[in-house]
T-cell receptor, first 112, second 110 residues
Framework: EPEVTQTPSHQVTQMGQEVILRCVPISNHLYFYWYRQILGQKVEFLVSFYNNEISEKSEIFDDQFSVERPDGSNFTLKIRSTKLEDSAMYFC??????????FGPGTRLTVT | RKEVEQDPGPFNVPEGATVAFNCTYSNSASQSFFWYRQDCRKEPKLLMSVYSSGNEDGRFTAQLNRASQYISLLIRDSKLSDSATYLCVVNSPSFNKFYFGSGTKLNVKP
């Protein structure tokens, strides 16, 4: 069964550094998403992406964040100048033309 | 007001019990509704979409009440493996954004 994959599974970085989180969505999916989940809290929408551009972004997704689909398979989330409060699980999701999203296993980001 | 609200639980039930979870949403223009389950420190996994007419998948039944902006999930004959957090998810009217509830924790005990 096709699945969304994410790398790395765990990233540790120092405050102020830049990180890139990588996702490979399901191959025939057209819509891509990033979410984050701070430990013990709910899943929060960050951004949606379709046809090589951002469809919608949340208030959390400020200038510190950017997304890119550099080739036909990868979808990346870049976080510039990381802060302690960026520590969270980051989930990538994708969907086809229907409504149901499928999530990757997540990247645990720890900012020290 | 939160976009999606759920009773956080936990619901502690014995094996074989029937348990129901509720969820309310704030935007009457939302069109798509889902239940996901999330195991500890894992990704959300789609359990079922929720349709206006209600739908059933084995032991799981989902209902939607648009007038009350209310979604429910019923689990019959609970198994130990049903222990998880159940997330109610609602899309934005633009269909580009999805709102998650905080989840309802279920513990099924032998």
């Amino acid at each position: 069964e096709p699945e969304v994959t994410q790398t790395p599974s765990h990233q540790v970085t120092q405050m102020g550094q830049e990180v890139i989180l990588r996702c490979v969505p399901i191959s025939n999916h057209l819509y891509f998403y990033w979410y984050r989940q701070i430990l013990g809290q709910k899943v929060e929408f960050l951004v949606s992406f379709y046809n090589n551009e951002i469809s919608e972004k949340s208030e959390i997704f400020d200038d510190q964040f950017s997304v890119e689909r550099p080739d036909g398979s990868n979808f990346t989330l870049k976080i510039r100048s990381t802060k302690l409060e960026d520590s969270a699980m980051y989930f990538c999701a994708s969907k086809a033309s229907g409504y149901e999203q499928y999530f990757g296993p997540g990247t645990r980001l720890t900012v020290t | 007001r939160k976009e999606v609200e759920q009773d956080p639980g936990p619901f502690n039930v014995p094996e074989g019990a029937t348990v129901a979870f509720n969820c309310t949403y704030s935007n009457s223009a939302s069109q798509s509704f889902f239940w996901y389950r999330q195991d500890c420190r894992k990704e959300p996994k789609l359990l079922m979409s929720v349709y206006s007419s209600g739908n059933e998948d084995g032991r799981f039944t989902a209902q939607l009440n648009r007038a009350s902006q209310y979604i429910s999930l019923l689990i019959r004959d609970s198994k130990l493996s049903d222990s998880a957090t159940y997330l109610c998810v609602v899309n934005s009217p633009s269909f580009n954004k999805f709102y998650f509830g905080s989840g309802t924790k279920l513990n099924v005990k032998p």
